[in-house]
């Protein structure tokens, strides 16, 4: 007797990411080179970027500096002398996150510190996404204008949107032999 192949073994389906402790997307990593100056825009998927930008308020000092000072590096404290109050007047940078073409919240680049970004300026919104900067330098040329000066960024996102409620996936089986709860 001749057996229909889909009842015996189903095509076999591409493995999805492991998702992480939490149950969200796993952890992808971008490392982007800032050759294009700030704003600078990190795209993350089709739909969300990030845009990093250094409000700076006076830029004489910007102006005036060898293009290669690092004006920002998360790899020297602000203030080296951790007993000090941070640098008020100092250029800190921001991510503002960008959902097809809609400005979303932003935040203040602080080193290793997990932040969840929402849509909209909301504050009961869900989260889309969640951002861990690894490293960020930015140097007065890139603040000036593009080139290659030596600013770069790593940084880690994970999506946090849930998954559409599509019900249960079609049968992959034979359309002539019903399925559960007597659908065909």
């Given amino acids: 007797m001749p057996v229909l192949p889909a009842l015996i073994g189903r095509p076999q389906l591409n493995a999805a990411p492991a998702a992480s402790d939490d149950g969200f997307a796993p952890e992808q990593i971008v490392q982007q080179?800032?050759?294009?100056?700030?704003?600078?825009?990190v795209d993350l998927d089709g739909e969300r970027s990030l845009v990093?930008?250094?409000p700076l308020g006076v830029a004489t000092g910007v102006l005036a500096a060898d293009p290669m000072t690092a004006v920002?590096?998360?790899?020297?404290?602000n203030p080296s002398d951790l007993t000090a109050l941070r640098d008020s007047g100092g250029a800190w940078p921001r991510l503002t996150l960008v959902l097809t073409g809609a400005v979303g919240q932003t935040m203040p680049v602080v080193l290793g510190v997990?932040?969840?970004l929402v849509a909209g300026s909301a504050a009961e919104e869900a989260a889309v996404v969640e951002v861990t900067v690894d490293r960020l330098v930015v140097t007065a040329g890139s603040l000036r204008s593009p080139g290659r000066f030596g600013s770069q960024l790593a940084l880690r996102w994970r999506d946090l949107t849930l998954?559409?409620?599509?019900?249960t996936p079609a049968p992959a089986g034979d359309p002539g032999i019903p399925g559960p709860a007597g659908g065909g």
């Fill in 33 to 41: 080179e800032l050759a294009a100056g700030l704003p600078a825009r």
């Fill in 52 to 54: 990093l930008a250094v």
């Fill in 72 to 77: 920002f590096d998360t790899g020297v404290p």
């Fill in 114 to 116: 997990p932040f969840r």
């Fill in 163 to 167: 998954a559409p409620d599509a019900g």
